[in-house]
């Protein structure tokens, strides 16, 4: 299919060049273009070259519009802790998903091992950290033209044709659909024009880097516009598997999106947009990186376990980027929809009504075992999801107040069909070698979990926020709203060995029944959850001067509750679930944040700070107690944790010749009480203490304490500290025969060490890196662009997740980042 889109897009290529006059571009280039440096929060500068990026961008006084209070306004204007970066930064720095968006906004974080287990959070909240659990709801919206996508999944895809993003830091339920306690990303896309107007580029680089993307947009009768966009990415693996000699992690992705824009009277605007999005990677695997002891017996941890079997991982240095995993990778991802917006100016307001119908596909194939023995055959759940949202919003602007007030209707369903299957080696790798059976391959060899699990998740909601502006300097905004959900789940695990036999569960089990129901423990659960919930905010607003604004605010907010959709622990007797921790709570959360907004120099220079704080009870944090099959992990509350930070972010453009930026953020995120927690894997492992006896140190076979009190640790992948960096610098020129600039750019981020397990150890904190990007180009005004990059230019070594092993054999397996890129791009717009 995209060796097809890839022809299409070589052919539109070519017309491009015949309309424009210039050469087509070869197909040999990759990745996007550069225009000014669109900093975070920054103003992007002036600019009266191609780098127009669509509604929302910066205007030629340098201003930055956004949609952040569902309204167009400056970006300095807006009480909101707030990152906006434009579709020209955007493809200058290879920032073409969520993931590397990162890299320009300090704190967003982004983790994702494959498109179903990606966490998006900011300021350290969200998701929790590990497998996903489909019961639980993301602190972080992310939007795109309005619509709100409920899964992850969708932050892994190409960005297609979008004109900016924008990054709301904190609380954001008073203004949008889905209530968010963390924040919201929202992307906006390149609207219809009635103008004609198009876009080619293409792109080629290392790794077998290929992109290409086409936009094309015009009239078809003096009240309907249509836009068509199209991108594919190519790219070989950066790890290579020596059992299937294959590239793994690498990309393959499709994007399509068409618009159709009804203007049949002045006053009234109706946007029809349906897009397809497919990955089919070869994906997504690890390596091995080190081993640590645990609590377990000596010839039950990963260096003797591996020596009974004659296994040596195929290199213990992870960026030799070697493995050996033994099962097929697969990562088949789709995701689309079909949206009706309808703007109508009502009166003195506008009426918005957005309705959407969103899918999610998603059919992989793993090894978690992390090794190249057969003792995880076969690991998948494949998932399907529908969702349906109906918004419903009125806003309203006068010189006195300001307000938007909204309804929201979502209903989700989610099915999965889950296979978990060992093989020939884990006998003697899940057994204790005392027992015989360990000796016998045929005891654990087919025994085959099939797992079978629903949701259906409802949520309605009524919101409102209010502006009064008392006097042109004193803004008082309050907001509201009222939320219900419920969710409703079912999950069944059936057992079966390698005959077909089905494996039941029994307080009495015979020998052979008790190694298999070690492995996989039959359950069937149908937990349900359902409650009201109203929050609130204010915020105060002072313009000391007309270009210095300082703000207040105060958000009580709640994230819903939620069910465990992977199962639940046992009681004692092995047998029954324990339907008591089946839900869990809502998050309770209190936000504080005061902020100042300056530009100065003629607005040459922009200068913003936030400080913050949050306090949320009851936070869900994800669970697992290291067994291969048991449990792939289940939610439970923890009693308090707290995000407290300051954000900085700095632009400057002293000419049209030159532009930087500068961010950075500072951010404590803690577990303030979490006294049951999962222990780290050097204290897992080993027979439980009871009470009266002395668990083994750290890293010493003996007791393992039931759990651990982490009251005091950092939050998972949440780094102390975080920057990015940049500057771009032109020069005008004739090249070629054409009049344009030539110019230099570079962008930089670094962040300091971070845990990458939920419950800290020794083994997984990752240690600190840096990244440096560089651009060389020349561009015209007229549109047409081409540069060389190099994106990690440095070539770092890094991890961008560490996991723990399966059954606390202090295996430790992680995913490096990417190495050092380089390539291509020419662009032409038309």
Avoid at 53 to 80: C, H, K, L, M, Y
Avoid at 489 to 497: A, C, K, L, N
Avoid at 729 to 735: D, E, G, K, T
């Amino acid at each position: 299919m995209t060796s097809f889109v890839r022809s299409i897009l070589l052919a539109t290529t070519t017309l491009a060049s015949a309309a424009t006059g210039i050469a087509p571009a070869r197909a040999d280039i990759m990745e996007p273009t550069a225009t000014a440096a669109a900093a975070t929060v920054a103003a992007e500068a002036p600019k009266e070259s191609p780098s127009s990026v669509g509604t929302g961008a910066s205007d030629r006084s340098g201003e930055i519009f956004v949609t952040a209070r569902r309204r167009q306004e400056s970006s300095q204007d807006v009480p909101v802790a707030i990152s906006v970066v434009g579709g020209e930064h955007i493809d200058a720095t290879g920032s073409f998903n969520v993931g590397r968006l990162q890299q320009l906004t300090p704190t967003l974080q982004f983790y994702s091992s494959n498109p179903r287990n990606t966490a998006v959070n900011i300021r350290g909240l969200g998701v929790p950290f590990g497998l996903t659990n489909d019961g639980i709801e993301q602190g972080v919206g992310i939007y795109v033209d309005d619509v709100y996508n409920s899964r992850v999944a969708s932050a892994t895809f190409d960005f297609l044709d979008v004109a900016q993003v924008e990054v709301l830091r904190g609380p954001q339920g008073t203004l949008y659909g889905k209530n968010t306690t963390a924040g919201a990303i929202n992307i906006t896309t390149n609207q219809p024009a009635f103008d004609f107007e198009g876009r080619v580029e293409v792109s080629l680089g290392n790794y077998n880097f290929k992109q290409a993307k086409a936009a094309i947009s015009g009239p078809l009768s003096e009240t309907v516009a249509a836009r068509l966009a199209i991108s594919t990415t190519d790219r070989r693996g950066t790890i290579y598997n020596v059992t299937t000699s294959q590239w793994i992690q690498s990309q393959d992705n499709l994007g399509l999106r068409g618009q159709l824009l009804w203007t049949p009277t002045e006053t009234l605007d109706i946007t029809l947009a349906g897009d397809f999005s497919a990955q089919d990677a070869n994906c997504c695997g690890s390596v091995y990186v080190r081993t640590g002891a645990t609590q377990r017996a000596l010839n039950r941890q990963f260096e003797a376990l591996a020596a009974a079997q004659g296994y040596a991982p195929v290199s213990r240095d992870p960026f030799d980027r070697r493995t050996d995993l033994d099962t097929p990778l697969q990562a088949e991802n789709k995701i689309g929809g079909a949206s009706l917006r309808v703007k109508w100016e009502v009166g003195p307001g506008t009426l918005s009504s957005i309705t959407a119908w969103r899918f999610w596909d998603w059919d992989p194939s793993n090894d978690r075992d992390f090794t190249g023995l057969p003792i995880v055959s076969k690991s998948q759940n494949p998932s399907q999801q529908d969702q349906y949202t109906q918004e419903l919003r009125y806003n309203y602007s006068s010189d006195a107040i300001d307000f938007v007030v909204g309804a929201f209707g979502f209903y989700q369903r989610i099915d999965t069909q889950g296979t978990e299957e060992h093989g020939a080696a884990s006998s003697r790798w899940s057994i204790a070698p005392s027992n015989p059976l360990s000796n016998d391959p045929a005891t654990l060899n087919g025994l085959v979990a099939y797992n079978t699990q629903y949701l259906k998740n409802t949520s309605a909601a009524l919101y409102g926020q209010l502006s009064w502006h008392v006097t042109p300097e004193l803004t008082l905004q309050p907001g509201v709203r009222l939320n219900y959900d419920k969710k409703e789940g079912f999950y069944q695990r059936r057992v079966f060995d390698a005959a077909g036999n089905e494996v039941l569960a029994t307080r009495t089990p015979t020998a052979l029944q008790a190694a298999q129901l070690a492995i996989f423990t039959p359950q069937e659960i149908s937990p349900s959850f359902s409650d009201w919930n109203f929050s609130y905010d204010f915020t105060a607003s002072y313009k000391v001067a007309p270009d210095v604004l300082v703000y207040a605010t105060y958000a009580k907010s709640f994230k819903s509750g939620g069910i465990n959709q992977n199962g639940v622990p046992l009681a004692q007797d092995n047998v029954t679930p324990l339907y008591d921790v089946a839900t869990v709570k809502p998050e309770s959360v209190h936000h504080y944040e005061a902020g100042l907004k300056t530009q100065f120099w003629d607005r040459k220079a922009t200068f913003n700070l936030s400080i913050f704080r949050t306090d949320i009870k009851n936070y869900q944090a994800n669970v697992n107690n290291g067994q291969f099959g048991v449990l792939r992990g289940y939610l439970a509350n923890a009693g308090a944790v707290r995000s407290q930070g300051v954000e900085v972010d700095f632009s400057i453009r002293p000419s049209e010749r030159f532009n930087a930026y500068a961010n950075g953020a500072y951010t404590d995120a803690t577990y303030r009480k979490f006294v049951d927690a999962p222990c780290p894997p050097e204290l897992s492992g080993g027979t439980t203490a009871q009470a009266g006896q002395v668990p083994a140190a750290p890293g010493t076979p003996g007791l393992s304490p039931a759990n651990c009190d982490i009251s005091g640790e950092r939050l998972p992948g949440i780094s102390e500290w975080s920057f990015s960096f940049g500057a771009e610098a032109n020069r005008p020129v004739s090249l070629l025969g054409r009049e344009g600039e030539v110019y230099f750019g570079y962008d930089g981020s670094v962040r300091t060490n971070f845990s990458s397990n939920p419950s800290p150890s020794a083994y997984t904190w990752i240690d600190g890196y840096s990244l440096h990007n560089f651009r060389a180009g020349f561009r015209t005004e007229g549109g047409f662009d081409v540069y060389a990059w190099v994106r990690n230019a440095f070539d770092e070594d890094y991890f961008e997740q560490l996991f723990v092993g399966p059954g606390n054999t202090g295996l430790i397996a992680g995913l490096p980042g990417d190495p050092r890129t380089w390539g291509f791009t020419i662009k032409s717009n038309f």
